[in-house]
């Protein structure tokens, strides 16, 4: 069995492992996040000698609603306001059985990192691709498996983390109504370092949802001077076929 270590599940990041180098039997160490937000401050630290991440939110305004516009003389009609707590956790809700996910992280607006897969009923399927390296995982109750497009699936130990990734985002510190029109709502969340897995200052996130559910998920931070950002795609799954433990 391969050691490796592994931290709690963070809200918008699974805890998984990358190799050190591409060679087989390589040591897999933790990469940090590496499921949507938190992919870019591992992609950042990794163009860094021991990088600390630090990050800076903006100011939270009170929730606000988007409002109508009339002409003279005609009164408007009333505007429900949208509760931002709610509508989030509506959106999170949506995904309770499942989901699919794809993430880019960039650096200095280059791309840094992709992740993509799916999430199902408390396990997860993911390939991690950063530069010309790409790596394969399996995350279940029953462990946590790694591989290279070529090689066999290694058992990393450590419990597996199997919770909802996403669970933590509804978890705001503050959460706004930047917009709301049609079917789609923009909120603004502010989110502890600590409950996204992260060190530092609080961290701003944008979050877009659109007929109920969380599509998007994005935020920029600085991390020695470099500038990260990561952005995440979310969908009801298209493949629900139940993520197993790989066959011996």
Known sequence: MTTATTTAV???????ATMTNASRGSRWRPLGAAIALSLVVAACSSSTDGAV???TAAPVESSTATTSTTA???????????????VLAEALAAYAGGYEFSGTATVNEQEASIVSGRWIDGASQLLI???????????????????LPDGEW????GPPPTDNPLA????PTSLEVLSAAENTV??????????LGLTGDP?????VITDGSLVEASYTVNVDGNSGTSVTTFSNPTDTTPITVPAP
Do not use: C, F, H, K
Request: cysteine-free.
């Open 168 to 171: 933590a985002l509804g978890t």
């Open 10 to 16: 963070t809200p918008v990041a699974m805890t998984t």
């Open 72 to 86: 003279a003389n005609v009164p408007a009609p009333a505007t429900p306001t949208l509760d931002p707590a709610t």
């Open 154 to 157: 290694e058992e990393l130990e």
């Open 186 to 195: 923009r909120l603004r969340g502010v989110y502890s370092a600590e409950v």
């Open 53 to 55: 991440s630090s990050t």
């Open 129 to 147: 691709r950063s530069g010309s390296g790409e790596v394969e995982y399996l995350i279940t109750a029953e462990g946590q498996w790694a591989r």
């Open 203 to 207: 961290i701003e996130v944008q979050l």
